[in-house]
């Protein structure tokens, strides 16, 4: 059965950090893979995804992901943390196989202190 | 260009009692869908339909009813609320049948039953 671990549920950053979300996914057949964000009091939006074409992706808000086969990971990336990417962070996995059902972390919720 | 929009944004219930949730859309996403979030336990797929007339249970569709007589509306009915479906319920909707294509979420209503 496919799923998404996200490690770690809370992370906190110094603001001009680099941010590192870690998600790792489990899937029989090449997988959709997606980052999406959630602020505070909203709902969620897309922040990136990955759709089997170039392993590195650029996403909003100077995020980007790299689709690792081989350590079945899709890492969250930021290099200088803004008081403004607090918020929750959710990866995702689509399976296009028997499955065909979009699979969610449990999220990961990202502080970056002043 | 309102997006997805869901009334009421907060509700408070007793137990036994019945209320709608409802979700619009204006982007003419055939796909539309409602999620529960949970503390610890992520996004949690109730119901979904790809168009018009058609409707499917997600993982946890137990005590919720849907209906989509629309392209725009997808209402979500609690019947007999229970203390179990105090949640955040958040309508999403795409473009497409399929599960690969960004997810545009509502703002969230916020479900407390007593």
């Known amino acids: 059965a496919q799923s998404v671990t996200q490690l770690g549920s809370h992370v906190s950053v110094s603001e001009g950090a680099l941010v590192l979300l870690r998600c790792n996914y489990s899937s029989s057949v090449p997988p959709y893979l997606f980052w999406y964000v959630q602020y505070p009091n909203q709902g969620l939006q897309l922040l990136l995804k990955?759709?089997?074409?170039a392993t590195l992706v650029k996403g909003i808000n100077g995020f980007e992901a790299e689709f690792k086969k081989s350590e079945t990971s899709f890492h969250l990336t930021k290099p200088s943390a803004h008081m403004s990417d607090a918020a929750e962070y959710f990866c995702a996995v689509f399976n296009a196989g028997n499955n065909r059902k979009l699979i969610w972390g449990l999220g990961t919720s990202l502080a970056v202190n002043p | 260009n309102a997006g997805v929009t869901q009334t009421p944004k907060f509700q408070v219930l007793k137990t036994g009692q019945s209320m709608t949730l409802q979700c619009a859309q204006d982007?003419?996403?055939?796909?539309m869908s409602w999620y529960r979030q949970d503390p610890g336990m992520g996004l949690r797929l109730i119901h979904y339909?790809?168009?018009?007339?058609?409707?499917d249970q997600g993982e946890v569709p137990n005590g919720y009813n849907v209906s989509r007589s629309t392209t725009e509306d997808f209402p979500l009915r609690l019947l007999s609320a229970a203390p179990s479906q105090t949640s955040v319920y958040f309508c999403?909707?795409?473009?497409?049948?399929?599960?690969?294509?960004?997810?545009?979420f509502g703002e969230g209503s916020r479900l407390t039953v007593l």
């Open positions: 990955y759709t089997s074409a």
């Open positions: 999403a909707s795409k473009r497409g049948q399929g599960f690969t294509g960004e997810l545009f």
């Open positions: 982007m003419n996403h055939e796909y």
């Open positions: 339909s790809v168009g018009a007339g058609i409707t």
